[in-house]
């Protein structure tokens, strides 16, 4: 089969401004048996928007895809599509794709059937299908695989078809359900990162528990916990300046290092630890003087060097390497701080495992730092979701 550029898949040129909206919820509310499943949910997705729903199990992801695709109605609340009401819009009449995590493709057709069943259901068979079919194939890497049945496919080549498949009517807005559940991570990233570049003019909505995709995707994050909607904004910025403890630890690994607000100066909160060091960070509405709270800081984030606090510059803390792993592409440091004292603090320090250690050793006395405004004073405990 002939090569073909991705880029012929793009939506029309001249799309319509990046402002337009093209799906909401508004305050949507949805019963379940024992507790909501939704509760007064408000989204908003522009034209070529990219949105990540990110959440654990029973956060409410599903929930919000099936009442934009049309199969469910929210309580409370309205659907938009468009800016016009969608209540009495049927699914089949949205223009919109909806991929789930346990979609089946028809066993009896290969690759290449499978992806232009959208097409021919449409409007009927075409030599013209051929053409659009093939490109997908190319992108998605599934050149060679066009009569093969869904049996004789691995998890990874199932995925990719049923996403070229979705993507063949070029629909103005995609709803992705975690659609690479199940791959492992390697595979996961390889197929999103192929994806990407196809979606270019499209409206995304991405639900997945898994805060590498949301930050592949990049675009917008809406952070989700038993139905309520705990944050959104631009993903990096919701990744840095989480607004609570919960939004913290869905997005990534964090540090989070108990301590007391001393003073706050030029929205700079200075907390003296509990294990006795004096740090800065951000200050938010949680930074009080003389109330509890704990440090938020990336792992990624903070400085380490075989040095002294004085040589690393001002703000450096001592620490110990109390232990370094190895764990695929990444090198993960344990450090103590305050390690002399009775309380001291766990550090966790990454760094990607081709950047030299600078010969660190575990055992080793070591200095760390990092820029206040990657770090960030949270509530010691979460308010309850009711």
Not at 237 to 258: F, I, K, T, W
Request: net charge neutral.
């Amino acid at each position: 089969m002939a090569s073909h550029p991705v880029t012929a898949l793009r939506m029309p040129s001249r799309p319509p401004p990046a402002t337009r909206q093209v799906a909401a919820l508004r305050e949507v509310s949805l019963a379940g048996r024992r507790q909501p499943v939704l509760r007064r949910l408000g989204l908003e997705i522009a034209t070529g928007e990219r949105l990540a729903l990110l959440g654990p199990a029973g956060a409410g992801k599903t929930a919000a895809l099936m009442l934009l695709s049309g199969f469910t109605r929210p309580d409370t609340g309205s659907v938009l599509l468009g800016g016009r009401e969608a209540a009495d819009i049927p699914p089949a009449a949205r223009e919109l794709a909806l991929v789930g995590h346990d979609e089946v493709l028809l066993p009896h057709l290969g690759v290449a059937g499978n992806i232009a069943l959208p097409l021919e259901l449409r409007s009927g068979p075409s030599v013209g299908h051929a053409d659009r079919v093939g490109r997908l194939m190319d992108a998605l890497r599934l050149v060679g695989l066009a009569d093969r049945r869904p049996c004789d496919l691995s998890a990874e080549q199932r995925a990719r078809t049923v996403l070229a498949r979705a993507l063949v009517t070029q629909p103005g807005l995609v709803l992705l359900d975690d659609p690479c559940a199940g791959l492992d991570p390697s595979a996961r990233a390889a197929v999103l990162a192929d994806l990407a570049p196809l979606l270019q003019g499209m409206a995304v909505v991405l639900a997945t528990r898994d805060p590498g995709d949301a930050l592949h995707l990049g675009g917008r994050v809406a952070v989700l916990e038993a139905g309520a909607l705990l944050q959104a904004g631009p993903v990096q910025e919701v990744y840095d300046q989480p607004d609570s403890l919960r939004v913290a630890r869905l997005l990534g690994a964090a540090n989070l290092l108990p301590g007391r607000v001393e003073a706050v100066e030029d929205d700079i909160a200075i907390v003296r630890l509990g294990c006795g060091l004096t740090v800065e960070a951000a200050a938010t509405p949680a930074a009080v003087p003389g109330r509890d709270c704990q440090v938020f800081i990336r792992p990624e984030r903070v400085a380490v060097a075989a040095v002294t606090p004085a040589d690393m510059g001002e703000g450096a803390l001592p620490a110990l390497v109390a232990g370094i792993a190895w764990r695929g592409d990444q090198v993960r440091l344990s450090l103590r701080l305050g390690a002399e004292g009775p309380r001291p603090a766990e550090l966790i320090v990454t760094r990607p495992a081709v950047v030299p250690l600078a010969g660190l050793t575990a055992g080793q006395q070591v200095a760390v730092a990092w820029q206040a405004e990657y770090a960030r004073v949270l509530a010691r405990e979460d308010p309850v979701i009711e």
